[in-house]
């Protein structure tokens, strides 16, 4: 069996080559990732959202930074299927073969093609039913040592050295809590959605999100209220929030909705129906579309 030890090095270095030789580009699509406190709905969102984009024309890649890997599955890729997927981290080789990443070895072609997604997808990632790209950060090695960092620096270079045009949009569903959201993500994204329920430990969690998303200079930082039931449930995030709403960007609500539980994992079903759920889903996506112009007001339940 492979040395784990061994191979977070390689990632390491398979990391700091890629991001020695990136040539950032002139970079005009969206690049957007998902916080939140476990259980909040960060995976549904994304697979939801991914598949907006890619049903608008965009080329879209959704990322998984999860270990669980669950992102998969909710955009619908079957589990027999899903186990043929190669995660980024398992993929080693490949990478340091194209990179020229392998000590000593000569920089390729690759690096100098500045590379869009199908390119990367093509080598690292799979496609989804619905036309999503996926490409999936993987399983940590070492149980239980709280940190991923290699495996986070290797994922946030290969992210940061795709170019995007401007109907390109990649969307990275995080780990639970913000333990990994740190500088080496956040480098790679210009906004963040941070979603909480109305809950006071999600709401906790969705404050310090925000802040250090905003530390990090993550140009837009949005709030979305999900699992909302009455108006009190958005009043009350509020009055948790308190200043902290000021780190916001926009805010936005989503009802709580039977269906999306009904359906899951696989959240293609949701989307083919009309609900205020989905409607306000769409408010959210078409703001991600265009960042600079004021979020709707979609604050009445
Ligand atoms: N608006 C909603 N109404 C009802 N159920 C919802 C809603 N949003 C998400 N859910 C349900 O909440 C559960 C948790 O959602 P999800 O797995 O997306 O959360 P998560 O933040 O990704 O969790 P984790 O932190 O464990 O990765 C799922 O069963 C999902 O179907
Ligand atoms: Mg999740």
């Known amino acids: 069996m492979a040395d784990p030890r061994i191979d977070r090095e390689r990632m390491a270095a398979s990391a700091r080559k890629l991001r020695e030789n990136t040539r950032p580009g002139e970079d005009r699509g969206c690049r ?12 549904t969102i994304t697979a939801l959202l991914a598949h ?51 000590p000593g070895a000569g920089w390729g072609l690759m ?30 090695e070492q149980a239980a040592t709280g940190c991923l960092c290699p495996e986070n620096t290797l994922l946030e ?16 569903d995080t780990p639970a809590g913000v333990e990994h959201f740190g500088r080496t993500i956040a480098r790679g994204f210009d906004q963040a959605l941070v979603i909480t329920d109305p809950t006071f430990s999600a709401v906790q969690v969705a404050g310090h999100a925000a802040s250090l998303a905003k530390e990090l200079g993550i ?42 539980i009904a359906c899951e994992p696989d959240v293609r ?20 579309e265009d960042p600079g112009i004021a979020p709707g007001d979609n604050s009445s339940v």
């Open 111 to 140: 690096l100098t093609l500045n590379p869009d997604v199908s390119d990367v997808v093509e080598r690292f990632g799979a496609k989804t039913p619905g036309g999503v790209n996926l490409l999936v950060m993987g399983t940590v």
């Open 32 to 43: 957007i990732v998902i916080t939140g406190k476990g259980g909040v709905g960060k995976t």
């Open 269 to 288: 079903p949701v989307l083919s129906g009309a609900s205020p759920f989905i409607e306000n889903l769409m408010t959210l996506q078409a703001s991600l």
């Open 219 to 260: 140009r837009w930082v949005w709030l979305v209220i999900n699992r909302v039931r009455s108006e009190n449930d958005i009043r009350k995030v509020r009055e948790l929030l308190g200043t902290a709403m000021d780190l916001f960007s926009g805010e936005f609500f989503l009802p709580y909705d039977e269906n999306v």
């Open 52 to 102: 907006m984009f890619a049903r608008n024309g965009f080329t879209t890649l959704a990322v998984d930074e999860d270990p669980q890997m669950n992102l998969p599955y909710a955009l619908g890729i079957p589990r027999n299927e899903s186990d043929r997927i190669i995660p980024l981290t398992k993929n080693l080789d490949y990478i340091e073969e194209k990179t020229g990443a392998r």
């Open 157 to 172: 270079a290969v992210i940061r050295y795709i170019n995007l045009r401007e109907d390109e949009v990649i969307l990275m």
